[in-house]
């Protein structure tokens, strides 16, 4: 799968790293409702082209998920800063 590497030069690896590690930065940088958001920037790094369509649960099931990934923030990061800043389109 990752076989363009082979051929890539020691500059080329570098920029690939280099895009690579910035794409990471960004997405784990992301705050508050950034967090939330599908993330086809962070997968367009990849060299095969792809458009990805997510399968969108129902709003049940999302709200569900939601949830769940929220209060496993409260277990894995009980000491984090908290806010209550609104999402604003």
């Not at 794409?23 to 940088?29: F, L, M, V």
């Not at 458009?51 to 939601?66: K, S």
């Not at 990934?69 to 984090?80: G, T």
Request: glycine share 4%.
């Amino acid at each position: 799968m990752d076989e363009d590497l082979l051929e890539m030069s020691y500059d080329e690896l570098l920029n690939e790293i280099t895009k690579l590690r910035t794409a990471i930065r960004e997405h784990r940088d992301s705050r508050g409702h950034d967090l939330c958001w599908w993330q086809p920037s962070l997968w367009g790094t990849l060299p095969e082209p792809s458009d990805p369509l997510p399968e969108v649960p129902e709003w049940e099931q999302f709200m569900r998920g939601c949830m769940q990934y929220r209060a496993s923030l409260d277990l894995q990061l009980p000491n984090s800063p908290r806010t209550n800043e609104r999402y604003e389109e």
